[in-house]
């Protein structure tokens, strides 16, 4: 089999570790044939790894686009408020489209990206990896097939790990509105996605609460200089001390992230000087750090879904209450049990529990199984199941853009007007 050709815009954490790593891994699938990246040290390094001759290498999406397609495919690894632009742009330039999430930061956006897949008939695949996990995968097997009748409560947690917030949302990327977006599209636009997937209808009605609550200048210790490494005097007890996080043995995500060069030396300078060594009392962050969002879909069923920064475990849960049992899922441990009602009272509960094979690559090996199935929808010009899963991805995206405004006006949002504000081409129809 001739791999799939593609063009690399973003040669960031992602692109280089996720799908730089696929390629790499699996040459009969996928071959990078050109990079654009700004930064030099990083458009080299992947230059390099991938065998990119100079001609082939550019500075930006806007330098690259501007020559006709080197490749059917390109995968866009740019950061956030990127993606509109450069997608849009690829499409015109006639590619396919492996797009990081969030689609876009806004919903107009979002439906924008969608309206040109449709105009140039061009595949997009958005990475929602959990959607493509063995666990995930099993799950919806499990409710589609009624092991648990009809599904009423889908109840999901996304527990990001107090560290994994400090490093992302306090002191990263995603820390602020105004240079990425609101925590529920930049961290749980996924959860959105699986939601509306899982529940397998349009939402109708959202509502949301959150907040900053604790990464406040008010919560710092004592004393606490505006870096870690300025003497603080937390700096046995706080477990956001960036030199415990960011100076051991581990050399990868996330501490790939704060400098290309991931020797001692290299990352103390990043934690003096880069915005890893900040107090996460003392960011610019302004996104919030806990949010609740509830919302009933159209077939009936109803989410209750609540991420929170303050949680020592980095993992996912997924509870069903169904009309006939229960699902219980725990994405890390790739374990999902069924429990099912009989007759009686407190009779005992027979259980079954499926535990899945996470395959390789992040998130459950999702990383890797989502960009599979985006080169077989190429592979096999599979436009309209392409078209079917974009369209889940956009309404997961415009419902987490509603649970947004829901959370800043204190208001129900109706989802049906809501989305057909955005989506030019009106809404889905799918009921
Ligand atoms: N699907 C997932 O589970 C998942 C997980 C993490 C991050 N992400 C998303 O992946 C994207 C990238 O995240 P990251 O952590 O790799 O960020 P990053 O900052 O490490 O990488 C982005 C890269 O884009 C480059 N870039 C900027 N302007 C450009 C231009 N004009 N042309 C070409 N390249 C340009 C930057 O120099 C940078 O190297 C983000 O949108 C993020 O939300 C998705």
């Known amino acids: ?93 006639g590619y396919h489209l492996f797009l990081e999430k969030p689609m876009a930061h806004t919903p107009e956006g979002c439906a924008a990206i969608v309206h040109a897949a449709r105009q140039h008939r061009r595949i997009v695949q958005v990475c929602h990896p959990m959607r493509y996990s063995a666990f995930y995968a099993k799950a919806k097997e499990l409710l589609s097939g009624g092991k648990v009748g009809t599904p009423l409560v889908i109840t999901m947690t996304e527990n990001v790990a107090y560290w994994h917030f400090a490093h992302s949302f306090v002191r990263g990327n995603w820390r602020r509105f105004d240079e990425s977006g609101p925590l529920i599209l930049t961290k749980t636009c996924h959860d959105m996605d699986l939601a509306v997937w899982l529940a397998d209808a349009v939402p109708q009605r959202i509502s949301s609460i959150g907040e900053l609550r604790y990464f406040r200048p008010e919560n710092a210790p004592a004393g606490a200089p505006e870096r870690c490494l300025e003497g603080c005097p937390a700096e046995t007890s706080c477990p956001f001390y960036a030199p415990t996080v960011y100076l051991g043995q581990h050399l990868e995500w996330p501490v790939s992230v704060i400098s290309l060069d991931t020797s001692l030396e290299a990352r103390r300078r990043a934690l003096e000087r880069g915005p890893y060594g900040r107090c996460v009392f003392r ?99 599979d436009y309209a199941e392409a078209d079917r899963s974009l369209q889940i991805a956009l309404d997961g995206h415009l419902l987490a853009f509603a649970a947004e405004e829901a959370r800043r006006k204190g208001e129900v949002i109706e989802f049906a007007s809501y989305a057909s504000r955005w989506n030019q081409a009106g809404h889905s129809g799918r009921t």
Request: charged letters at 20%; aromatic letters at 8%; proline letters at 6%.
């Open 283 to 381: 960011c610019d962050n302004d996104v919030v750090d806990h949010q609740v969002v509830a919302v009933e879909f159209s077939n009936g069923a109803m989410l209750n879904f609540t991420v929170g920064a303050c949680t020592t475990y980095c993992y996912r849960s997924l509870r069903v209450l169904g009309s006939a049992g229960e699902l219980h899922g725990h994405f890390e441990r790739n374990e999902l049990r069924i429990e099912r009602f009989v007759q009686g009272l407190w009779p005992e509960i027979p259980t079954e529990t499926h535990k899945v094979a996470a395959g390789q690559g992040a998130h459950g090996g999702g990383d890797w199984a989502v960009m599979r199935n985006a080169l077989r929808l190429i592979r096999e010009e």
């Open 1 to 93: 089999m001739r791999p799939v050709e593609a063009v690399l815009v973003g040669a960031g954490q992602r692109g280089r570790e996720a799908f730089g790593a696929f390629a790499l891994r699996h040459p009969h699938l996928l071959k990078f044939v050109a990079v654009a990246e700004p930064d030099e040290g990083r458009r080299q390094a992947f230059a390099q790894a991938h065998g990119i001759p100079p001609e082939r290498q550019f500075r930006s999406w806007e330098e690259l686009f501007a020559s006709p397609p080197l490749a059917p495919l390109c995968v866009n690894a740019t950061m956030d408020r990127e993606h509109l632009p450069s997608t849009v742009a690829a499409l015109e330039a």
